[in-house]
């Protein structure tokens, strides 16, 4: 059974960096079949994706972020991470993980939710 | 980017009754479209993806259709466990941008 798994610290003062993991398990984050992608969503609100990683290591990101974000993959611990750099609160919001697979997010965690305050 | 626009905000229903959603993009994305329902405190789940492919274990009274610009979600028969919020992706082209929601109440 494949399940992704948030984890990272849930509050984060403002300017300093929004870090999270996303453990993935059942899959292999090398296979070639996916994205792996982030999204977020603050209380009330819609739905926004913030970038994704392939298997290669090459990420795409939504410039909407102005280049804040960055996401990485570690295959060795068959996980992939989010950096948000420059937080501020306008970045509360509960960040998802999800498996992508090219129509769409098959897969998804159950969800981060990640304050911003000081 | 391609705007969703996804209508109506929200609706209030009976059990029983025909849902239909709409979604309407900036430009055309062939059928390059999935829907998501999503239940408070719950991440989405997608129901419907390329348009019209129903997800294995998505019960058959969901369906989509659409393509180009304009995109439908009907629930024939609306049930107890159907009340939530459904959204619509395109992941025709980069950033993949989601439709601002459609919640479901009872009527």
Same mark, same amino acid.
């Given at each position: 059974q494949v399940q992704l798994q948030e984890s990272g610290p849930r509050l984060v003062k403002p300017s300093q960096t929004l870090s999270l993991t996303c453990s993935v398990s059942g899959i292999t984050v090398r296979s070639g079949s996916y994205y792996w992608s982030w999204v977020r969503q603050p209380a009330g609100k819609g739905l926004e994706w913030l970038g994704r990683i392939f298997a290669s290591g090459s990420a795409t990101y939504n410039p909407s972020l102005k280049s804040r974000v960055t996401i990485s993959l570690d295959r060795t611990k068959n996980e992939f991470s989010l950096k948000l750099n420059s937080v501020t609160a306008a970045d509360t919001a509960i960040y998802f993980c999800a498996r992508d697979d090219k129509v769409g997010f098959d897969l998804w965690g159950q969800g981060a939710l990640v304050a911003v305050s000081s | 980017d391609i705007q969703m626009t996804q209508s109506p905000s929200s609706l209030s229903v009976s059990i029983g009754d025909r849902v239909t959603i709409t979604c309407r993009a900036s430009q055309a994305i062939r059928h390059?479209? &999935?829907?998501?329902?999503?239940?408070?405190?719950k991440a989405p789940r997608r129901l419907i993806y390329a348009a019209s492919n129903l997800d294995s274990g998505v019960p058959s009274r969901f369906s989509g259709s659409?393509? &180009?610009?304009?995109?439908t979600l009907t629930i024939s028969s609306l049930q107890p466990e159907d009340f939530a919020t459904y959204y619509c992706l395109q992941h025709n082209s980069l950033p993949l941008t989601f439709g601002g929601g459609t919640k479901v109440e009872i009527k």
């Open positions: - | 390059d479209l &999935g829907w998501y329902q999503q239940k408070p405190g659409g393509s &180009g610009t304009e995109f």
